[in-house]
Structure formats: C-alpha cells, structure tokens
C-alpha cells in the first residue's frame, strides 16, 4: 500500500504506518502537482492546507482512503470521494483538550487584560491602574454547544469555581449532571453568562447566530469566547456593541476567511486575537495524526474506520431498498429537531414493514445524522452513530415491526422532551421520501421545498384565510398546503410550503391569531 501526505503531520504518527505501508510526504505540493502523482496512491493524508478537491478525488483511481488530521473536512470534497466509494476519515476528538484549554486561556486573558497588559509593558510603559481585571471564581459562564470540545470546557470553568450554564437540546439530562452543567434556554444564557463561549459547527442555520439582537441581551460586562468556527459572530455587530461598550471583550480564534490580517475587530484593545491555534499543541497533533493512521490501516485491513464521515459501504442486494429509506430516515430527524422544543430525554425510532427485515444500522445512522445536523460538530454515518449518541448520553431505543398497516414501509420517530413528545412518521412513495404523519395527525408531505410552516390550531372557517393573508402581505408564495384534523372543529395541523421564510415579524402575528397554538418554520 502506498500513502501520499501532503501536510506537515506528526512523525510520532506516521512512524506507525510506515510500519505496514510505504509513505511518501511531499509537503506544499500544488493541485496540478498533487493530481500528476495521485494515481498511484492507495491514501491520501493532509490536514489543512490541502484543498482535496474533486479533480484531485477522480485522478486518484486507486485510493480507498482521504485522512483528515483534524476535526473540520472544509478542504475535503466529501460528496466527490462519496462518490468514487473513496471513505473520508478525520480526527474528531484528536484536539478536544486542545482545543478547551484554548478557550479557557483566552478566557483568563480577557478577565486579566494579559495581552494587552504584556504589550504595555514590552512597549515601555508601566500601567498598572489601567489593567484592573476580574476574577472568574463565581462567574458564570454560557457554553453554547455541550459536544466534545463544550464538554470539556464546562468541567474546566467548573475546576474554577464557575457557575456553567449550557444550551444543547441534544444532550440528555444525565450527561448534563455528570458535567455539572445546568441546561437552559439559549435566551437564559445571553441575559445572564458573564462569558459566553460557542461549540457549535457553522451552517446555514447557525451563521451569524450572534448578532445585534442577541448582544442587545447580554449583559455590557459580558465577555465572549469563539474558538469553534469563523462565521458564527456578526462581525459588524460585535464591532457596534465594543463602540458602544455594550460587550466588555471578545476573544476570537476563529474567522470566516481564513488566512486574514485584517478584521474590523482589530482595532479595539479588549480584544484578543490569535490565528486558529485552538488545534495547535504538539500533543493534538500528534493525537490527531495517530488518530487518522489508525483508521487508514483499519481500511486497508478491510474493517470499518471509527470516524468515518461519509457514507458506509451498502451491499449491492440492499443499496436499492435503503437508499430511499436513508433520505426517509434523514428528513423526519430533521423535522423532528425542528418542531421539538425543550430538553431532550429520549429518542425511539420504529421501522414497520418491508424495511424491519432490513439491517437498520445505516437507517439508525441518517436519523441521528437528521436531528444533530447543526448541533453536533461531527458528521454522523454508520461507523460513528452509536459513538455519537453515546457521548451525549442519548439512548435511542428501536422497534421493529414486520407488519405495516397503512403502507408497505414506514419509520417513526418519537421523542421525548421536557416540553411534551414530538413523533414524525415517513415512508418512500415513487421513490421519494414523504413525511405522512406529524404526532396524531395523517397528511401526506413531500419535502421537496425549502420552508414549511407547521403550525397547530382549532378547526374553524376563515384561519386558514388569516394565515395565508400574513403571507400574502409578506409577499412569500405558498406552494402546496396540508392540512390534518382529528375532528370537525377540533384540533387541526396545517402545513404550508413557502417559496421563502417568515420573518419573525410574521410568525408573531401567526402565532397572535385567535386559535393558533403553535407555530414552527421549519427547513427541510
């Protein structure tokens, strides 16, 4: 077998897979160069430098494995080695410590003004009044995002003598005890943390999730911490609160382009920033590079790789059957994540039908994938399901059922929150997934659209009008409705597809109408 590495990774680590393979490193080689020579290479091994992009993916006809030795795939083409049945491995957990004392150190820095002072000092001056800090001890701290960075960081602030607050729905109550982490609202954590420090991976729905009307909660003495992901701030917001010395500080790793020099952020002496070294540690490097050659020699030895973050091998005989059911599995997780609400304590999947006879560990694997899609820093597939619920303390209990009264397949998800229970139901109907049932109600969705509106209310004339004369005035078309009900003037769900979101604007005077109980926008 023949390893190509084309970032600098730890010899402590590549000095294990010399020992079954031939590994050449060929450090700083450009694309062009990288895709002459790729052919002849079983497994390619970068950390992130390296943009392995598709062109590189199709020149690579032999390789069976691309290692990240790291946490993010950013510079992976994922769907294009998924594609070629080429397994991306990374090294999720292989900074987590490094990572953690980062945050905690940008932390004490921002409450002792260390940079800063430091800078004083070497620069020739002696100020000691101006640098007047603050203790942590009895302080609270919000983390937002209990995974495995999140985690560690709350039973560090704890070893300080700090009050920890945390917002993750995806953490059961007992991994929550454990961490001695007090679970609340997002809302609870901006009005009463007196440092804030995020954990959350950067989408669509979590760009730019700090912004004006969240600092506008905060105390004026909070301090906030990123060190997960570039993006997650409002720059330009975080600039008007430090001007207007609404935030007391920040301290940013992080940067949604990447390398920069510059950032409106800069200017301001309460802030402190360093570039990316949340990862930089002899020893994550080294974690993470072992990491990474241990799953490249699993796969060459033909077994599974723990941290595979594509889709796994499907037999042939099974690949026409599952697939369908896996974008089935994988839409009612996302619905059900987006129509639960408080605290999550447990999580039941039941397959009825044809696909019970199935192995259901790819199934299991696309529900997980669907409720933490936005919340975990991972990406969960069949390797890493099981792995991933377990470090979150979720238990998800499954059901099988070879008879299926109302169609030939079906899986139903239930779970159970502090707030009530949520069950979505889906099945494959001219092979494409169609949600069929929300908690008591029937109805018939195909999730073909962007935006739903999903909302609760009693059965009378003329809401329905209401509703769509909010969207009407909002100019946002409707494209298809669904409507439920239990009885005749009774409790009824409506589901509108929308070209576009409501604003929160709209979904207030939603929620305003007389017989509206509830009203989720959810993306599908």
């Known amino acids: 077998m023949k390893v190509l590495v084309t970032d600098h990774l730890s010899e402590e680590g590549l000095s294990i897979l010399r020992e079954c393979a031939e590994v050449d ?38 390789l069976q494995v691309i290692g990240r030795a790291g946490v993010g795939i950013d510079n992976i083409d994922v769907e294009a080695a998924t594609r070629c049945g080429i397994i991306v491995v990374n090294a999720p957990t292989g900074n987590t410590v490094s990572a953690a004392e980062h945050t905690i150190a940008l932390m004490l820095s921002l409450a002792r003004h260390i940079p800063a002072a430091n800078a004083s000092l070497k620069g020739g001056l002696w100020r000691r009044n101006d640098f007047m800090g603050i203790e942590v001890r009895g302080k609270t701290l919000g983390v937002i995002g209990l995974g495995n960075v999140g985690s560690e960081v709350a039973q560090r602030a704890r070893g300080l003598q700090m009050r920890v607050i945390g917002f993750d729905p995806f953490i059961s109550a007992d991994r929550a005890a454990k961490l001695n982490v007090e679970v609340v609202p997002m809302e609870q954590i ?33 301090r906030i911490i990123n060190c997960a992901r570039g993006g997650l701030i409002d720059d330009n917001a975080l600039v008007e609160a430090l001007k207007a ?12 382009k990447e390398p920069t020099t510059a950032s409106p952020v800069f200017q301001f002496e309460n802030v402190i920033v360093t570039p990316h070294l949340g990862a930089s540690t002899e020893e994550a ?14 796969v060459f030895k033909g077994e599974p790789a723990r941290y595979a973050v594509n889709a796994p091998f499907i037999p042939a005989e099974t690949l026409a059957t599952l697939i369908p059911y896996c974008r089935v599995a994988t839409t009612v997780g996302k619905l059900v994540r987006q129509l639960a609400q408080g605290q999550v304590n447990s999580v039941k999947v039941r397959y009825e039908g044809e ?9 299991k694997a696309s529900i997980i994938g669907g409720l933490l899609e936005g919340i975990s820093e991972e990406r969960v597939n069949i390797v890493n399901a099981n792995l991933v619920a377990t470090r979150r303390g979720l238990v998800v209990v499954e059901q099988k059922d070879q008879a299926c009264s109302n169609y030939n397949s079906m899986i139903t998800v239930e779970v159970v929150t502090s707030a009530g229970a949520v069950t979505v139901g889906g099945t494959v109907l001219n092979d494409e997934p169609h949600i069929v049932r929300v908690n008591s109600y029937w109805l018939d969705i195909v999730p073909t659209g962007n935006y739903f509106l999903f909302s609760d209310h009693r059965d ?11 969207t009407g005035d909002a100019d946002i078309n409707i494209s298809s409705m669904h409507l439920g009900r ?38 599908l």
């Open 25 to 62: 490193a060929k450090v700083g080689l450009k694309a062009e160069e990288i895709i002459k020579i790729i052919g002849e290479y079983d497994a390619l091994l970068v950390r992130s430098q390296t943009k392995v992009t598709a062109d590189i993916i199709q020149a690579g006809k032999k």
């Open 460 to 470: 009378r004339p003329g809401l329905i009008g209401a509703v769509g004369k909010i």
């Open 245 to 256: 010395k609404k935030v007391a500080g920040a301290a940013i790793d992080v940067f949604e």
């Open 355 to 363: 696909i019970s006879e199935y192995d259901t560990n790819v199934l």
């Open 190 to 222: 901006y009005k009463e943390a007196d440092f804030i420090t995020l954990h959350i991976p950067l989408t669509s729905q979590t760009k730019g999730m700090v912004g004006a009307k969240e600092i506008a909660m905060m105390k004026p003495t909070v």
């Open 486 to 523: 239990l009885k005749s003037r009774g409790q009824a769900l409506m589901v509108l597809a929308l070209d576009e979101p409501l604003t929160e604007k709209h979904m207030k005077q939603v929620m305003a109408l007389p017989d509206v109980y509830t009203a989720n926008l959810v993306k």
């Open 285 to 298: 490097q080294v974690t993470a590079t072992k990491d990474v050659v241990n799953q490249v020699i699993d």
